[in-house]
């Protein structure tokens, strides 16, 4: 017999932990060891996300493992539909941004009060 959250779990990409409605931002929460053969799985639940909501996106990086340039040109093709922000990366993910010059326009915050409190501070006519 097979159990029900078994089924459920086993249908959920492992490279998305979550996608959802989160106050004024839609979150997206990935995980594992994400390169381009996991890639489109992310892309899945971007367009998704970027389909249902029309506030700003986050992306969730707390549990990613390892990265590479294929997150990062993602990440800054939906910058160009949508305002995105990222939290929770690692010291490597960090520093893709940084080397890259990504950081400018993936702002990168170590938790998601801190993207709340910057999106609150800024200008209602500014803000996404």
């Known amino acids: 017999m097979v159990n029900r959250s078994q089924m459920f779990e086993e249908a959920i990409p492992p490279e998305v932990a979550y996608s959802r409605a989160d106050g004024e931002l839609w979150v997206i929460g990935l995980r594992g060891h994400l390169d381009p053969e996991e890639l ?17 996106l986050v992306f969730d990086l707390r549990e990613v493992g390892f990265c590479d340039s294929s997150l990062l040109n993602h990440l800054l093709r939906t910058a160009r539909r949508r305002s995105v922000a990222v939290f929770g990366g690692d010291g490597t993910v960090r520093r893709l941004l940084e080397l890259t010059g990504a950081g400018r326009l993936l702002p990168s915050h170590p938790d998601l009060e ?3 409190a910057a999106l609150s501070s800024l200008p209602r006519q500014a803000r996404p």
């Open 114 to 116: 801190s993207v709340r």
């Open 40 to 56: 489109q799985t992310v892309e899945d639940a971007t367009e998704d996300a970027l389909v249902r909501w029309t506030g700003p």
